[in-house]
């Protein structure tokens, strides 16, 4: 194929959508090793949504890629979906800690063996809460009601927005309203997940419980922070418009949406390993009786 007579915004565009097939193939690979086996519905469910994340955030970018000159309504829309998907992927990841825990906060049953143990805080929670509290079935609902705030929040904060946007209502200081209750809701239901995983970081070991939480944080760590290092490059200057048709900020969301293209790629591959369908194909189990007979 001649790439000769395509200009750069085409070789982009392409490249972006390379990644995208890139991050839906190895998602949908892992995916469907997890459904030839499905041992485990309800942990494998759960499992399913976080890995989907990857390939939803990649499409979601190249959209915004197609339009690059979309109003901010339309750039709003797109970062809604994903921060939303967001919300409901850090839900149930918690859901299948608690599972690998035996644990059912609906049907009141957490193991007696967990029971009682210490919970610390540090600040700012320590303003709301005990430093130190003991662990039993209220302590766990609230982890969860902590989580689950987000996954309701986001949501409302989003069709807000948006419509407030179309209204043209939108000024600044609401924006920045808009910011602060978000931020101090997914630090919320980030910080239940940390000190979830402290409590009970020996059981879950076996679990690779870091790795997966690192491939959800990482994704959400890689699209703030570079655009903000982003909103810092325009600031100075730094990154600047040297088309006619596209204006400085449209040029900065392009580039936001390339980099995530090609970052999913990255996280999906990494998915591999931290959600590996091992557990439920037998392999984890060969391996041990295995290890137990050349001891």
């Known amino acids: 194929m001649d790439f000769s007579h395509l200009d750069r915004a085409q070789i982009t565009l392409m490249g972006s959508a ?8 190895f998602t949908l690979q892992l995916l469907s ?3 030839f086996y499905w041992k485990n519905p309800k942990e494998q469910k759960a499992i399913l949504i976080i890995i989907l994340m990857a390939p939803i ?5 190249f959209v915004g890629l197609l339009d690059v ?9 797109l970062e809604s979906v994903k921060e939303c998907y967001e919300a409901l992927v850090i839900a149930k990841f918690l859901a299948l800690m608690y599972s690998y825990l035996n644990i059912s906060i609906s049907k009141n049953i957490v ?3 967990i029971k009682g143990r210490e919970i610390h805080h540090s600040f700012p929670m320590t303003l709301f809460q005990p430093r130190t509290v003991r662990l039993n079935h209220r302590t766990l609902k609230l982890l969860k009601y902590w989580t689950w705030q987000f996954v309701i929040i986001r ?3 989003s069709i807000l927005m948006i419509t407030l946007q179309i209204l043209g209502i939108y000024p600044s200081w609401l924006s920045w309203t808009f910011t602060i209750i978000l931020n101090i809701s997914v630090s919320l239901a980030l910080y239940s997940l940390v000190v979830f995983y402290h409590v009970f970081a020996k059981e879950l070991a076996p679990h690779k419980p870091l790795a997966k939480f690192l491939c959800i944080k990482g994704i959400v760590f890689f699209c703030f922070w570079q655009g903000v290092v982003l909103d810092i490059l325009v600031a100075m200057g730094i990154i600047r418009s040297h088309h006619f048709w596209l204006d400085v900020e449209h040029l900065e969301e392009a580039l936001q949406n390339v980099l995530v293209c090609l970052e999913m790629v990255v996280f999906s ?3 591999q390993y931290a959600y590996h369908v091992a ?11 295995q290890g137990k007979k050349n001891e």
Request: a negative charge; aromatic letters at 14%.
């Open 269 to 271: 591959v990494l998915q």
């Open 279 to 289: 557990p439920y194909s037998g392999e984890v189990e060969s391996m041990m009786k």
């Open 57 to 61: 955030y990649a499409i979601d970018s």
């Open 155 to 157: 949501p409302v904060c």
């Open 33 to 35: 090793h997890h459904l």
């Open 111 to 113: 193991p007696d063996e």
């Open 18 to 25: 390379f990644c995208v097939m890139l991050t839906t193939h």
């Open 69 to 77: 000159r979309g109003s901010k309504a339309f750039f709003m829309f």
